[in-house]
């Protein structure tokens, strides 16, 4: 089988300026924080990022890299609303599409199907139509004649996603209680890639948790990177807690623009083995 | 808190409870304290068939005390997000929400203060309250009732009112109900022909007045307002189990 496994750097080199990027996990909860902080090394400009939004939303509007974020929600779990995100849309600097929770999750499942939309009636009587202009609803064929709303698919260029173990092919394992909708995002996408805490042998892969903690298999991912700690400091379990004095720090920089400044020389201006250091000290 | 004596919270919690009296085997979600209170008083007395879950991924089989972690021993089932996503479309859910701003027919705003596309405050976005309401029933809870939250029109309609429901006609609108608001003064439903929110009851120590003067829009008061029950000293005992750090008293603005 294929060995799959790159770098962090290796696998965000496929990504360029003004790409729509999905970005897996939920708020502040496993969230492929190695990949976001290579996202930043690298620099790429002009993101739509697509999300359950959490500290991905937040770095990137930080960074000035975001130009577009399509989501559900953008929150820190523990703080309700990513500051970061809020500076940003209080600034008017961000181009937004807010949708419903769940009409989200259905234009992921109408991309990850090839499908041009799917109907709900979530969305329907609400404002969400009226600042999603490119909305649009559809008749029931049928004899009930009801009206939906088509939330179009969500189709991504390149899917990041976080998991808790893997092997070299691509095979991947959420350990944690809720596997939110990584696979759905890997369909998405033209190309996704998974990090995880540890890349072990297939045979430890199925030995290590229930047959349905095997959320990803190795169709849908063209990379694999062991990323120790990668969803740092977002949550990871059963490997690791939310950092919360970590996040605490990270939120009070959306306030103080020096504060800002040092954090990102400190923690994303560096090397993942060194912001892994930094973090440990 | 070991108090027998009602207080303001207790009530508020009581009220919040009968809120789902009569739900049966459907599941609870209950946004925030008071609410998370009522509803695990509501599962502890009179409505033990709820499902709720631990704010995560489990459900539980009992309702635990506040801030308690459940051991393997309260579990009864899964419900990661996927399967709430399945439930509120099936429509076997009954949600209590916060509301930044509500009007007279319902419509709730927990999305932004300010024009949307550049918003003067943002709050924490639409979230589910479309999908909540336009599925299933929906109640809601204001701990500082006052007048920029009962607003005459509110800045983005995130969850769904009579009015906008009844835009979509009877097939769109046959699965939304907005059951009761609680606020830190009284109760409200909207038993009204045109669905206009209506006085129920007012809590102790409150005046009509002082509903009156804190409401940015006309409410329905019908004749002879009732008072808000008052928690018995049994259900008392009950409340100060679920929450013996006193989180909701906190909560509730007297």
């Given at each position: 089988?294929?060995?799959?496994?790159?770098?962090?750097?290796?696998?965000?080199?496929?990504?360029?300026?003004?790409?729509?990027?999905?970005?897996?996990?939920?708020?502040?909860?496993?969230?492929?924080?190695a990949?976001?902080?290579?996202?930043?090394?690298?620099?790429?400009?002009?993101?739509?990022?697509?999300?359950?939004?959490?500290?991905?939303?937040?770095?990137?509007?930080?960074?000035?890299?975001?130009?577009?974020a399509?989501?559900?929600?953008?929150?820190?779990?523990s703080?309700p609303?990513?500051?970061?995100?809020?500076q940003?849309?209080?600034?008017?600097?961000?181009?937004?599409v807010?949708?419903?929770?769940g009409?989200?999750?259905?234009?992921?499942?109408?991309?990850?199907?090839?499908?041009?939309?799917?109907?709900?009636r979530?969305?329907?009587?609400?404002?969400?139509?009226?600042?999603?202009?490119?909305?649009k609803?559809?008749?029931?064929?049928?004899d009930?004649?009801?009206?939906?709303?088509?939330?179009?698919?969500?189709?991504?260029?390149?899917?990041?996603?976080?998991?808790?173990?893997?092997d070299?092919?691509?095979?991947?394992?959420?350990l944690?209680?809720?596997?939110?909708?990584?696979?759905?995002f890997?369909?998405?996408?033209?190309?996704?890639?998974?990090?995880?805490?540890?890349?072990v042998?297939?045979?430890?892969?199925v030995?290590?948790?229930?047959?349905?903690?095997l959320?990803?298999?190795?169709?849908?991912?063209?990379?694999?990177?062991?990323?120790?700690?990668?969803?740092?400091f977002?949550?990871?379990?059963?490997?690791?807690?939310?950092?919360?004095?970590?996040?605490?720090?990270?939120a009070?920089?959306?306030?103080?623009?020096?504060?800002?400044?040092?954090?990102?020389?400190?923690y994303l201006?560096?090397?993942?083995?060194?912001?892994q250091?930094?973090?440990?000290? | 808190?070991?108090?027998?004596?009602?207080?303001?919270?207790?009530?508020?919690?009581?009220?919040?409870?009968e809120?789902?009296?009569?739900?049966?085997e459907?599941?609870?979600?209950?946004?925030?304290?008071?609410p998370?209170?009522?509803?695990?008083?509501?599962?502890?007395?009179?409505?033990?068939?709820?499902?709720?879950?631990d704010?995560?991924?489990?459900?539980?089989?009992?309702?635990?005390?506040?801030?308690?972690?459940?051991?393997?021993?309260d579990?009864?089932?899964?419900?990661?997000?996927?399967?709430?996503?399945?439930t509120?479309w099936?429509?076997r859910?009954?949600?209590?929400?916060?509301?930044s701003?509500?009007d007279?027919?319902?419509?709730?705003?927990?999305?932004?203060?300010?024009?949307?596309?550049?918003?003067?405050?943002?709050?924490?976005g639409?979230?589910?309250?479309?999908?909540?309401?336009?599925n299933?029933?929906?109640?809601y809870?204001?701990?500082?009732?006052?007048?920029r939250?009962?607003?005459?029109?509110v800045?983005?309609?995130?969850?769904?009112?009579?009015?906008?429901a009844?835009?979509?006609g009877?097939e769109?609108?046959?699965?939304?109900?907005?059951?009761?608001i609680?606020?830190n003064?009284?109760?409200?439903?909207?038993?009204?022909?045109d669905?206009?929110?209506?006085?129920?009851s007012?809590h102790?120590?409150?005046?009509?007045?002082?509903?009156?003067?804190?409401?940015?829009?006309?409410l329905?008061?019908?004749?002879?307002?009732?008072?808000?029950?008052?928690?018995?000293?049994?259900v008392?005992?009950?409340?100060?189990?679920?929450?013996?750090?006193?989180?909701?008293?906190k909560e509730?603005?007297?």
């Amino acid at each position: 089988m294929n060995d799959k496994r790159m770098t962090v750097d290796e696998a965000v080199a496929e990504v360029t300026d003004g790409m729509t990027i999905g970005i897996g996990g939920w708020g502040s909860r496993r969230k492929p924080m190695a990949f976001v902080r290579a996202l930043v090394r690298k620099g790429v400009k002009d993101l739509t990022v697509v999300s359950y939004g959490g500290p991905d939303i937040g770095i990137f509007c930080a960074t000035g890299q975001l130009k577009k974020a399509v989501y559900g929600f953008v929150s820190l779990d523990s703080i309700p609303l990513e500051p970061h995100f809020r500076q940003a849309r209080q600034n008017g600097t961000l181009d937004a599409v807010e949708l419903d929770e769940g009409m989200f999750l259905l234009g992921l499942r109408a991309a990850a199907q090839r499908l041009p939309f799917l109907p709900t009636r979530a969305g329907l009587g609400s404002d969400v139509l009226k600042i999603n202009p490119h909305l649009k609803t559809v008749k029931s064929p049928y004899d009930d004649g009801e009206e939906f709303v088509a939330v179009p698919a969500l189709n991504v260029d390149v899917a990041f996603v976080h998991m808790n173990r893997a092997d070299a092919s691509g095979n991947g394992q959420a350990l944690g209680r809720d596997p939110y909708f990584d696979n759905l995002f890997c369909m998405a996408a033209k190309k996704a890639f998974m990090s995880c805490e540890k890349i072990v042998s297939t045979d430890e892969l199925v030995s290590g948790g229930p047959l349905q903690s095997l959320l990803i298999n190795r169709m849908m991912v063209s990379g694999v990177v062991e990323a120790p700690g990668g969803a740092h400091f977002t949550e990871c379990p059963p490997d690791y807690a939310r950092d919360e004095k970590f996040q605490r720090e990270y939120a009070a920089t959306a306030k103080d623009e020096e504060a800002w400044k040092a954090f990102r020389a400190k923690y994303l201006d560096v090397s993942e083995a060194d912001y892994q250091k930094a973090v440990a000290s | 808190m070991t108090s027998t004596e009602a207080t303001r919270a207790d009530v508020c919690a009581l009220a919040v409870a009968e809120c789902f009296r009569g739900d049966g085997e459907i599941m609870v979600s209950a946004m925030g304290t008071t609410p998370s209170l009522g509803a695990r008083l509501a599962k502890s007395t009179f409505e033990p068939d709820l499902l709720m879950t631990d704010g995560f991924n489990l459900l539980l089989r009992r309702a635990l005390p506040l801030g308690a972690k459940p051991t393997d021993g309260d579990v009864e089932g899964w419900m990661p997000f996927g399967a709430v996503f399945d439930t509120l479309w099936w429509g076997r859910r009954h949600v209590m929400m916060g509301a930044s701003q509500i009007d007279r027919f319902g419509n709730q705003n927990i999305a932004c203060i300010g024009p949307w596309e550049h918003p003067k405050a943002q709050l924490l976005g639409v979230r589910g309250a479309p999908g909540n309401t336009i599925n299933h029933v929906t109640s809601y809870w204001v701990p500082n009732h006052n007048a920029r939250a009962l607003v005459a029109k509110v800045d983005m309609v995130s969850g769904v009112g009579y009015d906008r429901a009844a835009s979509l006609g009877p097939e769109g609108s046959r699965f939304h109900e907005i059951r009761r608001i609680v606020s830190n003064l009284g109760v409200f439903d909207f038993n009204t022909p045109d669905h206009r929110m209506r006085l129920v009851s007012l809590h102790p120590g409150v005046e009509l007045q002082q509903v009156i003067d804190n409401t940015g829009f006309e409410l329905v008061i019908p004749e002879g307002v009732d008072t808000t029950p008052v928690p018995a000293p049994e259900v008392i005992g009950v409340l100060r189990e679920l929450d013996p750090q006193g989180y909701a008293q906190k909560e509730v603005v007297v």
